[in-house]
């Protein structure tokens, strides 16, 4: 098994929202129970974290912390996945195999996208949460289990429920303690928290320290409906360590999705990232004229200043490039970059 990173509860990033407080405060509660956790959430808003820092903060912080993803299995596979199989019990199976439940004996079963566990399945998952016990696949003998269960949902498995999809017996052995995670379209004031977090640890990673960050961008950021949640920012934020080619964090190093996305209201109408009308206006000049510093920065640099070669890079005229050099301010730039090519 992959080994887990070691996440506590100083080591995670925590923004202002009350909601989030709240769920690292239930969090601190629950560190010395046994009992199930459902954390229910979109789609990276976390869940896979939680459940690290609930292991990390139980008394089973030191045995294995076994996680697994019940939608990347086939309905005939998942079973010998969770609870293994013996030798002879299908086509393939060459030699016993331990599943994921005695894998994690004496610490804890992270079961992400429990929701798209089939109903059948449903069925030995109750019998395992009830009598902590499970049978390999193709055996007869029983396997006592000392395990901790953390399940994860991206939908309301009180609504499958009702819609009958979700075993309600299933549905209240899971739900003893729940945690709701808020997606991040509902808690904009954590995004200027969460961005130079993932910004230092992506830069750090290059050796470089974290540019300046202009203001546009970080309207931008905080306008834009974060559909992916943490994950998606997390992303954007290792895009730009990535791509950024000069001593500001400008519009033209923003993906397409968030720079002209943002400020859009999310399909669902009674929680828009923010109102039309509380929204500041945005000046397309300004952003343009990043976009274009941005550029001209980077094939400055790309060519150790030679701005024949950066109109190259361009598909302009040198001429042209000086022009547009001191329009936007960059000459002082463009002669340092000279200047590191010579002494270099």
């Not at 195999?97 to 929701?115: K, N, S, V, Y």
């Amino acid at each position: 098994m992959t080994p887990q990173p070691q996440i506590t509860m100083d080591s995670v990033v925590v923004g202002p929202s009350a909601r989030m407080r709240a769920v690292f405060e239930f969090l601190r509660v629950i560190g010395s129970s046994d009992s199930t956790v459902l954390v229910t959430g979109e789609s990276g808003t976390g869940k896979e974290v939680m459940a690290s820092l609930i292991h990390q903060n139980s008394r089973r912080r030191h045995q294995p912390l076994v996680a697994v993803s019940c939608a990347l299995f086939s309905e005939t596979l998942i079973e010998s996945e969770l609870f293994g199989h013996e030798r002879g019990a299908f086509t393939g199976a060459i030699t016993d195999w331990p599943g994921r439940f005695e894998l994690a004996q004496g610490g804890t079963i992270f079961l992400d996208d429990i929701d798209d566990v089939p109903l059948a399945m449903q069925v030995k998952l109750l019998r395992v949460l009830q009598n902590r016990t499970i049978e390999r696949l193709g055996g007869t003998r029983t396997v006592p289990i000392d395990v901790r269960v953390v399940a994860g949902s991206k939908r309301d498995l009180k609504q499958l429920v009702a819609e009958g999809r979700f075993r309600e017996d299933l549905y209240y052995r899971l739900n003893v303690l729940p945690i709701a995670l808020p997606p991040l379209r509902e808690r904009p004031e954590d995004v200027p928290v969460l961005m130079p977090h993932f910004l230092e640890r992506y830069f750090r990673r290059r050796n470089e320290n974290v540019p300046a960050i202009s203001d546009a961008v970080k309207q931008a950021f905080m306008r834009y409906a974060w559909p992916g949640n943490v994950r998606e920012l997390e992303s954007a934020c290792e895009r730009i360590a990535q791509t950024c080619s000069c001593g500001t964090v400008r519009v033209g190093c923003l993906s397409a999705s968030v720079l002209f996305r943002a400020g859009e209201q999310t399909a669902d109408a009674a929680s828009p990232v923010l109102p039309a009308s509380s929204a500041a206006p945005i000046s397309l000049d300004d952003r343009l004229r990043e976009v274009e510093v941005n550029l001209i920065s980077w094939a400055l640099k790309a060519s150790g200043g030679n701005k024949s070669r950066a109109a190259e890079l361009l598909k302009i005229k040198r001429s042209t490039l000086g022009d547009r050099i001191n329009r936007c301010g960059l000459k002082a730039a463009s002669d340092k970059a000279r200047l590191q090519l010579v002494t270099g």
